[in-house]
């Protein structure tokens, strides 16, 4: 994990957070690198998810809600850690992390040079959302909560997205945005963070077709992970014990991947049946039961959920590319996600003509694809550094291209080579990146 983390900062995907005044727990900077792979996920997602789907929308709703908004969720009452104390040292744990509380008792505490035995106190709820204060008079300010998930947003517009869109059950509403939570131990890079990102659909089902679409978007979300290249072997589904699910799911399952940690949560499939739609019916005092036209039967629809994070899938992306084979070190990311397509070298830095075509090649490229040029010392380290932000194509520009019109394009997993003509580039690159 330490050599993960490591070439994340040293190649501008993930910085810690507020990192010149000493970082803020839980929070992490996406930087150059970073930020493209996230968004190339994002959109991959939604043009999978809306755009190539006839029964989904999408929202992009407000962060700050009404509050009353988490009371009808049951956020305020029930969105709680167990917490517990080292008495000791006053550090805190999550009581349901054994292996967080273990790990701590092994360490154990010196007082006055003797070891001393960990005692705890007695597990306490604590509520994982964020407060912010609202409105500009001293004293008079509305207290609001940072959203703990994305869903509310969602939610809360269910009556919108049916009498503003032609949808008609079963149909699902996307979103993607970030989510706060006043998490106990942050940990595990991006894992455990304060603020994070989410990717959720609430699929609106009959609930008597509830059951099927679980199952169905179950294998939906697993195919998405295995699409994008991951290792079969590593991922798997994990139901949740009754007593652990969240207090608005009737049924619940985990993707998981096995981290250098271990097995743990990638994103969570949940069939939230009637809880939200039947919660803010009640609390708002607006009808949000669904007519069928045909039928003229009424209901409160049941919720198919997938909620993923963001950071962790591409935490998952990037341990699952991470590869060392002989002396090389690469990223092996889809293309389709891969932060830069393509880059372009000229073959010498001071050879002006090399460098005008490159150029050429470059801004003719940039137009289509997320492009990098490099003309910084020899070809090798070039290679070296592209492979490490997991650029799939390296173009280089030589004395033959200046003859025959074509660049050598050397394939990132491989390390092989072929001659590619330069009218034929683009279709080229199309070809294997979206092919
Ligand atoms: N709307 C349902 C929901 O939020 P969840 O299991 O609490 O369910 C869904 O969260 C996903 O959000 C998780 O599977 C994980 O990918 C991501 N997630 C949750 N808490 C996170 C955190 N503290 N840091 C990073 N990602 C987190």
């Not at 032609?166 to 699902?172: D, L, N």
């Not at 591409?314 to 880059?343: C, G, M, N, Q, W």
């Amino acid at each position: 994990m330490d050599k993960i983390v490591a070439l994340c900062k040293r190649r501008g995907f993930i910085y810690p957070g507020s990192e010149i005044y000493g970082g803020l727990a839980g929070t992490w900077d996406y930087g150059p690198a970073g930020s493209l792979l996230k968004k190339n996920l994002k959109d991959l997602w939604w043009k999978q998810i809306v755009q190539m789907r006839d029964d989904m929308v999408g929202v992009d709703a407000a962060i700050m809600m009404n509050p009353r908004a988490w009371e009808a969720s049951g956020h305020v009452e029930a969105f709680t850690d167990p917490l517990i104390e080292c008495k000791v040292c006053h550090k805190r744990f999550r009581a349901d992390k054994p292996e967080d509380i273990k790990e701590h008792e092994t360490l154990g505490h010196k007082v006055e040079g003797k070891t001393v035995k960990i005692e705890w106190t007695e597990p306490k709820t604590f509520n994982l959302l964020v407060e912010a204060k609202l409105g500009v008079v001293e004293g008079d300010q509305q207290t609001i909560y940072l959203r703990g998930e994305i869903t509310n947003g969602v939610q809360v517009n269910f009556k919108n997205v049916l009498d503003s869109t032609r949808v008609k059950i079963p149909f699902g509403i996307a979103q993607i945005g970030k989510a706060f939570r006043n998490e106990i131990t942050p940990g595990n890079f991006t894992f455990r963070s304060r603020e994070f990102e989410q990717m959720e659909t609430q699929f609106y089902t009959h609930p008597e077709a509830s059951e099927d679409w679980y199952e169905n978007w179950k294998q939906n979300r697993m195919d998405f992970y295995l699409s994008l290249g991951v290792n079969k072997d590593k991922l798997r589904f994990k139901d949740h014990d009754p007593e652990k699910r969240a207090h608005y799911a009737k049924a619940a399952v985990d993707i998981e991947y096995e981290y250098p940690w271990g097995w743990d949560e990638v994103m969570g499939i949940h069939n939230r049946g009637d809880w939200d739609l039947r919660r803010h019916t009640e609390y708002s005092g607006q009808d949000l039961k669904y007519r069928d036209l045909e039928t003229n039967e009424e209901y409160i629809p049941y919720d198919i959920e997938t909620s993923a994070g963001v950071d962790r899938s591409i935490l998952v992306l990037l341990v699952d590319s991470y590869t060392e084979a002989d002396v090389r070190l690469f990223l092996k990311l889809h293309p389709s996600i891969a932060p830069y397509k393509v880059a372009v070298f000229p073959l010498l830095a001071n050879k002006p003509e090399l460098i005008d075509k490159a150029k050429g090649i470059y801004e003719d490229l940039k137009k289509e694809f997320m492009t990098a040029w490099d003309a910084r010392g020899n070809i090798g380290k070039r290679y070296a550094s592209q492979d490490e932000v997991g650029t799939p194509f390296c173009i280089t520009v030589d004395f033959d291209t200046l003859n025959d019109g074509a660049v050598t394009v050397r394939d990132r997993d491989s390390a092989t080579q072929e001659r590619i003509q330069i009218d034929s580039l683009k279709d080229y690159l199309r070809n294997k990146i979206y092919g």
